[in-house]
């Protein structure tokens, strides 16, 4: 069966991804990155982007499994909307903004999101690592909180019924179970659709 489009596998992840988080600074082996101006503390560079992501982008924070799923379980009493996604992901790139709009568009039904950050599955957890992934929440002005999940691949395909492609939306009610799930791209209408009438 052809998978939808817009969609990148994870349990296929090319070659060529692989090698080029290695050849990236920082990339497997968690060299650090040079400092972006001759004389300036890696601690002042660090400190600054902090306040920099803190300001212009969403929380970002690596997570085990048992605690994505203990972050969704304390989201009860509202429609949660979970968004699985890679940096490295164009099509997950590309719907980022809409993420960002749907939990504005949506607050009268009272509409949360979290995203679940599939990076590390090709990057070591690095500065240079989480400096991207905030760089490109920003850029989308997502303002939800973010995993960056750490662990094996299949604990998390399992604990999700993941048939191993991203971006993956899950759509759960106020009880979190779930209602709706898109395996691609999904739209601020499809969301619309999907949610409970309030």
């Known amino acids: 069966m052809p998978r939808p489009a817009g969609r990148i596998p994870i349990r296929a992840l090319p070659g060529a991804l692989v090698l080029l988080a290695l050849l990236q600074p ?3 082996s968690g060299t650090p990155p ?3 101006a001759p004389g300036v503390a890696t601690e002042s ?3 600054e982007l902090a306040k920099a992501s803190a300001a212009a982008a969403a929380p970002l924070t690596a997570a085990s499994l048992d605690e994505i799923l203990r972050e969704i379980a304390n989201r009860k009493g509202a429609p949660l909307l979970v968004n699985f996604w890679a940096s490295w992901c164009d099509p997950c790139v590309e719907e980022l903004p809409d993420m960002a709009t749907a939990e504005t568009r949506f607050a009268s ?3 949360r999101i979290i995203g679940i950050s599939c990076d590390l599955f090709v990057e070591n957890n690095s500065r240079a690592l989480r400096r ?3 760089g490109v929440l920003a850029k989308a ?3 939800y909180p973010n995993f960056l999940y750490e662990g094996r691949e299949d604990p998390l395909l399992e604990a999700f019924d993941m048939a191993g492609a991203i971006p993956l939306s899950i759509l759960y009610d106020e009880r979190g179970e779930e209602i709706r799930r898109w395996e691609g791209r999904v739209s601020l209408d499809e969301i619309d659709k999907a949610l409970p009438a309030h």
């Open 141 to 143: 002005r997502v303002l």
């Open 26 to 28: 920082g990339g497997a």
């Open 132 to 134: 991207k992934v905030a």
């Open 45 to 47: 560079l660090d400190a």
């Open 109 to 111: 039904r009272r509409l």
């Open 34 to 36: 040079p400092p972006y």
